[in-house]
């Protein structure tokens, strides 16, 4: 067998035409042992079988050799597949020369092998396969000449029953092999653009946080320059008699507060545009990480959202901590402001069972009971720039970073709303258990 293994990883359809032709030979050899049986058992036909089962034998361990290969990625190529399907015709030939010749209604099956070929192994093999299946059916007529038959006897009658089954057979395994073979080639191709549309978004998320950290970047310096002038500033003014400093110390006391909160901005700008670049994963409980996404929140957004941990001591795991309480904490704003006021917004932390030893399932919810969505809105909710929001009031990225982020974790973002029946939305990603402590920086929600 001619294998292939570089050409095969190159090509996405190859392991799937090579499993495929891994299930089909051994659904060959399945029928040829049981046709065989059958002729032999139930209708009393002389056939050598101490000579055919051999050959069946031989298909079944040459397929054995086959799948694993495949199991161990040395898939075959288009060479090393119409290599194996020559080898087939070869041994049908084998088993026709044995139990009727050319005169075997089952004979038809050569058309089944050109057809498989036709989808395996592509244009110029296809022709080469189909050629060595005409000569090898000619080649029975000197293995096996027919024998005259009496047209008009029970023989023929039952010689043309025996046709319309090998005929029927055939034609079903060469359509639901074509099939299934398309259907297959469909997931995958669908596949592959839902990984080229992420990867679309990723570059999104890359443009974004490079916008970010230029804006921090020019910014910065700036602000930097401020701030150092307004301390100057504050120590010229505590020189001066009090009654003429006290106004112009609470407005250089607003413009110090002012700047912290814009150092604060441009502190989070990174994390929230998506990027978990230079932030390390590190061990953190889910109590910790809700305590962040409250310190993130206005007092009296804070007051109106309620945070359900596991009682007990929840496991701590490896994940990239800011970057989960940001995009937390965008799903909580959207809940309040799509909440009437009031309304107390819910957000929950679920572990999922042990998928393997070292790595779980965390699933973070956060209800609301608002407005909801309709189905189109929902479909589109986690584009780039998509909002109902009234202008000024949102970008329409929450959502966006949101679904990014779960995605570069391996995990998703999933939204279920109605209309009247308010949103939740969940993030779930797996995360690594923690072999150390879990530092806490924030006080657990």
């Known amino acids: ?72 990625r040395l898939t075959p190529g288009p060479v090393g597949r119409a290599a194996v399907l020559s080898f087939d015709i070869l041994q049908w030939t084998a088993l026709l020369s044995m139990v009727g010749g050319p005169s075997n209604p089952f004979s038809v099956f050569y058309l089944v092998q050109i057809a498989i070929a036709a989808v395996t192994v592509g244009p110029r093999w296809t022709w080469a396969v189909a050629a060595l299946a005409v000569s090898a059916y000619a080649t029975l007529f000197a293995l096996a000449p027919p024998t005259p038959a009496d047209h008009t006897g029970e023989a023929f009658a039952s ?15 060469t359509a639901y092999f074509v099939a299934r073979l398309s259907s297959e080639v469909e997931r995958r191709d669908a596949a592959l653009a839902l990984e080229r549309e992420r990867a679309s978004r990723h570059e999104r998320v890359a443009a974004l946080t490079t916008l970010a950290a230029g804006a921090a970047h020019e910014l910065g310096t700036p602000l930097a320059t401020v701030a150092v002038a307004s301390r100057e500033l504050e120590r010229s003014l505590e020189r001066l008699p009090e009654e003429a400093g006290s106004l112009l110390h609470d407005d ?42 409250r310190s993130m929140l206005r007092r009296e957004e804070a007051d109106r ?31 309040l402001e799509a ?28 209800e ?13 909710a986690t584009d780039p720039f998509f909002t109902t929001k009234a202008p000024g009031r949102g970008t329409g990225l929450g959502l966006f970073l949101a679904r990014s982020f779960a995605e570069r974790l391996g995990g998703r973002l999933s939204l279920e709303s109605a209309p009247g029946a308010g949103t939740t939305a969940a993030i779930e990603i797996s995360v690594s258990a923690a072999s150390v402590e879990p530092v806490e920086t924030t006080p657990d929600a």
């Open 252 to 293: 250089v006391r607003l413009i110090r507060s002012e700047l912290d909160r814009a150092r604060a901005i441009l502190d989070r700008m990174a994390v929230e545009s998506g990027d978990m670049v230079g932030e390390a994963p590190a061990a953190v409980t889910a109590a910790a990480v809700f305590g962040d996404v």
């Open 159 to 173: 010689h043309l029953r025996a046709m319309w089954v090998a005929l029927t057979a055939a034609a079903a395994l």
């Open 305 to 335: 959202v309620r945070f359900d941990v596991m009682p007990g001591d929840p496991p701590a795991g490896v994940l990239p901590r800011r970057a989960l309480a940001a995009a937390l904490h965008s799903l909580v704003r959207n809940g």
């Open 368 to 380: 609301d009971h608002g407005t909801g969505m309709s189905r189109d809105v929902l479909d589109r």
């Open 339 to 366: 909440s009437p006021a009031g309304e107390a917004v819910s957000v929950r932390w679920t572990p999922s069972p042990r998928r393997e030893s070292e790595r779980a399932n965390w699933r973070f919810e956060v």
């Open 1 to 72: 067998m001619t294998l292939d293994p570089a050409r095969a990883s190159d090509d996405p359809r190859a392991d799937l035409r090579a499993r495929w032709l891994v299930r089909v030979r051994w659904g060959a050899a399945a029928g040829q042992a049981f046709s065989l049986l059958v002729a032999r058992y139930s209708f009393g036909a002389n056939l050598p079988l101490a000579r055919v089962l051999p050959l069946v034998l031989l298909l079944a361990a040459s397929n054995a050799a086959l799948q694993w290969a495949v199991h161990r």
